[in-house]
Nanobody, 125 residues
Framework: QLQASGGGLVQAGGSLRLSCAAS????????IGWFRQAPGKEREGVSC????????YYTDSVKGRFTISSDNAENTVYLQMNSLKPEDTAVYYC????????????????????WGQGTLVTVSS
């Protein structure tokens, strides 16, 4: 299972770090990342990391502002979010899948191998 945490309320320009703690599956064999969903909108992929080799992927809107990383000893993936904007406001979900592509593309009905409850990020202007 995946347990996301770290969301909150922050002013525009501020920072937050999200955590995704994984358990019950072989962490090293998966790609783990984040997608988000704002009220009334479709899912939007954010970022993904291939645990085995550390390759990272970002959607264009967060490149240069967000950084994904993993602590393999703790089976945890982090998303450091800097220079936050009001349009980053959403519920952020972490997901694990054999491929990064579905996490970064975030198709509306895609059923990830593992994904948990989200954490709400609210950025005020």
């Amino acid at each position: 299972q995946l347990q996301a945490s770290g969301g909150g309320l922050v002013q525009a320009g501020g920072s937050l770090r999200l955590s995704c703690a994984a358990s019950g599956f072989p962490f090293d064999d998966y790609n783990i990342g984040w997608f988000r969903q704002a009220p009334g909108k479709e899912r939007e992929g954010v970022s993904c990391i291939t645990i085995r080799d550390g390759s990272t992927y970002y959607t264009d809107s967060v490149k240069g502002r967000f950084t994904i990383s993993s602590d393999n000893a703790e089976n945890t993936v982090y998303l450091q979010m800097n220079s936050l904007k009001p349009e980053d406001t959403a519920v952020y979900y972490c997901a694990a899948d054999p491929l990064c592509l579905p996490i970064v593309v975030a198709p509306p009905e895609y059923d990830y191998d593992y994904w948990g409850q989200g954490t709400l990020v609210t950025v005020s202007s």
